[in-house]
């Protein structure tokens, strides 16, 4: 992928992130933090009562992270698989001989578009996540 076109995506990939971290991910961190803490104050509990508790403190931001993890893969693999197709286009041009400035043209051309395309999806990836993350148990 164009370094231009890949500098998009992980700009916008990383904007995202960092709303989903200080609107939800943040809060999360604390609580699991403060959960922590108090299974730690516990002095009648045994040693592995305090690791199970702080365990189950620690499980929904776990379980957050594997959310957030799963959907940006899912991203990546839908984008590889869109600019594979445009190396695989830009081949069978170049096969049927045609000059290298015109199969640049066309991968430039359908890699940008796939990147439109996907950037497009990261409004409802945010809105998917957010929805989830609103939703787990505290």
Do not use: W
Not at 12 to 26: N, P
Not at 29 to 51: D, N, W, Y
Not at 108 to 116: E, R
């Amino acid at each position: 992928m164009a370094e231009a076109q890949q500098a998009r995506v992980q700009k916008a990939v990383e904007e995202m992130l960092q709303s989903l971290e200080k609107d939800h991910i943040r809060e999360m961190q604390g609580r699991m933090f403060r959960c922590s803490a108090e299974c730690c104050e516990s002095p009648g509990h045994s040693m592995k009562q305090v690791h199970q508790c702080i365990d189950r403190c620690h499980a929904p931001l776990a379980e957050a992270q594997r959310l957030v993890s799963s959907e940006l893969q899912q991203f990546q693999d839908r984008l590889t698989r869109c600019t594979v197709y445009c190396n695989d286009k830009a081949k069978d041009l170049f096969d049927s001989g045609a000059k290298e400035p015109a199969v640049r043209v066309l991968m430039d051309s359908c890699v940008s578009s796939c990147v439109d395309e996907h950037l497009n999806l990261l409004p409802s990836m945010t809105r998917r996540l957010k929805d989830s993350l609103n939703s787990k148990p505290q």
